[in-house]
Structures are given as C-alpha cells and as structure tokens.
C-alpha cells in the first residue's frame, strides 16, 4: 500500500516538473509516507524508472513542428519525416536530387530532436547521480523520522526525552552505554512501573534507539567498552516537526562564543570551549536554573581548578560532568548542590574529594574511574543512601575501604571491595547489598578470620553478580 502511495505522488508531482527541481519533493514525500521500511534499492527503483519514464515523454513532446508544406515542397517533408523516424522504421528511397535548402532544414529539424533527447538524457544521468549521492544521506534521515514517528505514546516521553538529552553531545562526542543509561535517570527520564529498577527500564529504551540507528557504535574502548555517538540526522532540528511540546530550546552546546547568547533561563547546558576564564564563569553563574551543566576535554586549557562560588549561584544542578578536565581537587562548595544526581569526575587528577560530598543526599552516580592519583573515599561516604553507581576501579586506586559500606544498599555498580581488619571494613559489610550487578572482585581476603566470617558476605543472595573474582595479596583464584 505504501508502495502504491508513493508511485500515485511520483506520477503526480514529476511528470508536470522540471526533474532538476523534484528530488526535495520526492524525499520529503518518501519520509511522510513511509510508515513501513521500504528497502532504499526498491525507491530508487521506483525514483529513476518515473524519472526515464518522464525523459522519454519530454523527448516525444519535442519533435518540431514543421510549417506544412506546399505542393512543392510535399516530397522534401516526406524526407524530412522518415529521416527522423529512420530509427523507428526501415530506410526508404530519397528522391533523386532534392533542393539543397530543404535538406538542410531536414537535417535542423532530425539535429534538433537529437540535441533534445542528448539533453533529455544527460538529465536523467544528472538526477541518478545526485539520487546515489543523496540517497544514503536522504533514506537514514527518512529513516531516523520513521523511528520517532514509530514512539508509541506509552514510551513517548521517555524515549524522547532520552533523544532531547543526547543532542547535548553532538555528532563527535563518544559515550558508553551505562554513562547514557546513568545521566537519563539523574533527569528522571523513566518511571517505572512498580519496583522495576530504572535502569533496566533505561537500557531497554537505549538497546531500542541502537535498533533504530539513532545512537550508532563507533569503536571499542578499553576502559569503557563499546563506544556509541549519536547519529547526525538527530540533530536536525526538521525531525522533530509535529512535537511543538518538545522544550528544545532548553538543551543547547555551545562553545565560549556563543555562551554569551544563551538565555538565563537555560536548563541544560554542554559547554566545550579552549579558553575557561572568569568571564566564562561568571556567564554559568548567571544561569541560576541550570540543572545540567557538561564542560568537555576542550576546556582542559587554563582550567585547573574549579571557581568555589561557581556551584554556590548553580544550587539546582543535577547531573555535572567535569571528566576528563585537568583539576586535581574540586571545591567545597559542592557539598551545597543538594539536588546533584550525577557526579562525573573520571579521569582527571584529582587526589581526594571533599567530605562536603557525604552531604549530597541524592546522590545516585559518582563516577572516578580514571583518576590515577585518588587514592581515598570521603569518610562518610556511607552517607550516601541513595547512591547507586560507585564507578571506579577499587581494586587498584584505593588503599582501603571506608567505613560502613554495607549501608548503601541500593548499590548496583561497585568494581570491588578491600576486606579490612578494623569494624566497618569487614567482609560482612557485603551482605546486604543485594543490587550489586556486573562484575565483583572481592580482595585482600586473608584479612578474614575465620569461615563464619566470610559466610556472612552472603554471596548466594548476590542473584545479579555476573562475575566474581577472589583474591588474596599473594595470589588470585
């Protein structure tokens, strides 16, 4: 049926068309029409056999019109016209010795179809080769408008939600699966239904936009794992026509130019720029609303601290991705962003966090893998409650565990756990985390004194651990 639709326009919008100026009509038509996947090989098909179709029409419409002719000069039209029909029919004989001005309006007449059919068909080639340049571009975008328009209206908020969020990172910017998944629930994108874990709730709608190819894999990191980037076609403002309800002026990246242009009200913010200076950081503090704040790589130069009245005038931040900057210390005054979510500070050089951070109450991801120098958590980390995602690798950065672990019992993501000797860093601390996922590496176990002190680790009700590895100073199983 789609097929047919699309034909019915082909016939309707080229054959009373120039074929240069159709090809914008012909892609708009094939997005709007398309609510089933027709395979790009069976459109272009359809494309260049009207476009020939129409060529050969045009060809016919232009033999010239010959003034009829005289009694006299009756013979030299017959002439005229089986000359330009000698491709059509068999050869016939030419009358002996015709007039020499008659052959060559003949001859114009036969030259002037040829130059129009010459002409006819150097258009067609020009639109088939601009329809394969095109055609990749022009189909994924068709595509990427098929997939939202494909949202059902339960998953609807969600998904686009998610989709509005990721335009903060642009068609160059890398991000792994759990990264997403962990920054869209900070926002509050997904609600699920009974005791269902929003992460899982998030992965699914991720594995989905994959599917659609609106977030596409680029390469394979070590640290990481599978690296996506969000497709370009995304971030063509044109497929979001028909959602008036969406708040994209509320999600803007920029760079240090245009960050004097963006208004105070901004919500959520990607900031990349060469130069941090005080005049970048006193237009961030005039964003009092901003709820999302990213300052990427490029920023590193000139930036090897963070303001301390900068987070005092950003009170209603809830996710702040500083990775990869070159700080080594974060301010105090974090500890006053009392709606922070999500705290990535991976991969830089800071050497310890401040204790300001147990006061962060909803805090649910915090993120320091990378970060070679840190060698301690805050004391009272286990403040935390809510916090979901201790994203580092334990085994290697920390010198010890701090104290009282086992209280963060909505935990699902924690590399490791050190066994200590001194209360509070025993190997039961583990026992009621219950959430962990993934991969746990248990180590330092000769710090265990005796077998029912390491029952109470309670392993068997860890039903989510995919992986566990054990391990003493000397020697790993």
């Not at 710090?447 to 390491?454: F, Y």
């Amino acid at each position: 049926m789609r097929t047919l639709q699309i034909q019915v326009f082909l016939k309707e919008s080229l054959e009373p068309s120039p074929p240069r100026t159709v090809i914008p009509l012909i892609r708009k038509h094939v997005t709007e029409v398309m609510g089933e996947k027709i395979g790009k090989k069976t459109v272009k098909e359809m494309i260049i056999k009207k476009i020939l179709e129409i060529n050969l029409k045009h060809f016919k419409n232009c033999e010239p019109k010959v003034e009829e002719p005289s009694r006299a000069d009756q013979p030299v039209s017959d002439v005229a016209s089986q000359s330009s029909k000698s491709s059509m029919y068999s050869k016939k004989r030419i009358p002996d010795k015709p007039k020499v001005e008659e052959l060559s309006r003949a001859d114009q007449s036969v030259s002037d179809v040829a130059s129009q059919s010459c002409k006819s068909y150097t258009e067609s080639t020009t639109i088939i080769n601009l329809l394969e340049m095109t055609e990749s571009s022009a189909l994924d975008q068709s595509m990427s408008k098929v997939a939202l328009n494909s949202i059902t209206d339960h998953e609807r908020s969600p998904k686009m939600s998610c989709i509005l969020f990721s335009r903060l990172f642009g068609a160059n910017f890398e991000f792994d699966k759990d990264s997403m998944v962990q920054l869209s629930v900070a926002q509050g994108i997904f609600e699920p239904e009974n005791e269902e874990i929003m992460e899982i709730v998030g992965s699914t709608i991720f594995d989905s936009m994959v599917e659609d190819n609106l977030f596409v894999p680029v390469r394979f990191d070590n640290l990481y794992g599978q690296l996506f980037a969000v497709n370009e076609n995304m971030l063509d403002s044109n497929l979001f026509e028909g959602e008036e309800q969406l708040p994209m002026e509320d999600f803007m990246l920029a760079d240090e130019v245009g960050l004097v242009s963006i208004p105070s009200t901004i919500k959520h913010l990607s900031l990349c720029c060469e130069n941090f200076d005080l005049h970048t950081v006193e237009v961030l503090k005039s964003f009092t609303g901003m709820q999302t704040l990213m300052l990427h790589c490029e920023c590193a130069t000139g930036f090897n601290h963070v303001s301390h009245d900068l987070f005092l005038h950003l009170k209603r931040l809830r996710t702040l991705d500083l990775h990869q900057l070159d700080i080594t210390e974060l301010p105090s005054s974090v500890g006053d962003l009392e709606y922070l979510h999500y705290l990535d500070v991976s991969e830089t050089s800071i050497k310890y966090l401040p204790e300001t951070v147990d006061s962060l109450y909803l805090l649910q991801t915090l993120k320091l893998k990378g970060c070679l120098q840190l060698c301690r958590l805050p004391k009272n980390t286990r403040h935390l409650v809510r916090l979901c995602h201790l994203d580092l690798d334990i085994i290697r950065q920390l010198k010890s565990m701090p104290i009282g672990l086992g209280s963060l019992t909505s935990l699902q993501t924690l590399s490791g756990f050190l066994v200590g000797k001194k209360d509070g860093c025993y190997i039961g601390e583990l026992k009621n985390l219950v959430n962990l996922r993934g991969s746990l590496c248990i180590s330092r176990l000769e710090n265990i004194s005796s077998p029912d002190k390491a029952e109470q680790a309670n392993l068997s009700n860890k039903k989510h651990i995919t992986k566990l590895q054990l391990q003493w100073s000397t020697l790993s199983l």
